[in-house]
C-alpha cells in the first residue's frame, strides 16, 4: 500500500486535472455553458477537501486490515468521484448530434 502522502498527491492530482480542464474549456468557451462548469469545479473542490479529510482521520487506527479496506475505499471513492466530474464535464463540451 503506498503511503498517506503519495495518497494525498494523487487526490489533489486528479481533482486538479478535473479543475484544469475545466479553466481551460471556460477560456476556450466563454459565454458557453458557464454555470454548469463552474458546478462541476465546485464539486471537485469539495470532493477533494472531504477525501483529504478522511484520509487524515482513518477509521480502526489500531488494525492494520481495516485501516488498509479504508485507505482503499479513499482510492475507489477518488477514482469514481473525478470520473462523473469527468463524465459531466464531457457532456458539456460534446457536440449536439442532429436529429435526422
Known amino acids: 500500500m ?3 502522502r503519495d495518497l494525498k498527491k494523487d487526490i489533489d492530482y486528479m481533482l486538479y486535472e478535473v479543475i484544469s480542464d475545466c479553466f481551460t474549456y471556460r477560456e476556450m468557451h466563454p459565454d458557453n455553458k458557464a454555470d454548469e462548469v463552474s458546478a462541476i469545479i465546485n464539486d471537485a ?3 477533494r477537501n472531504d477525501l483529504i479529510a ?6 480502526g487506527k489500531d ?3 481495516i485501516v488498509k479496506a ?3 475505499s479513499v482510492k475507489k ?3 469514481d468521484g473525478a470520473d462523473k466530474l469527468f463524465t459531466r464535464l464531457s457532456a ?3 457536440p449536439k448530434k442532429k436529429k435526422s
Open 2 to 4: 503506498s503511503n498517506v
Open 54 to 59: 478522511r484520509v487524515n482521520n482513518p477509521d
Open 70 to 72: 479504508y485507505y482503499q
Open 92 to 94: 458539456i463540451t460534446a
Open 77 to 79: 471513492d477518488l477514482m
Open 45 to 47: 473542490v469539495e470532493l
Open 63 to 65: 488494525n492494520p486490515k
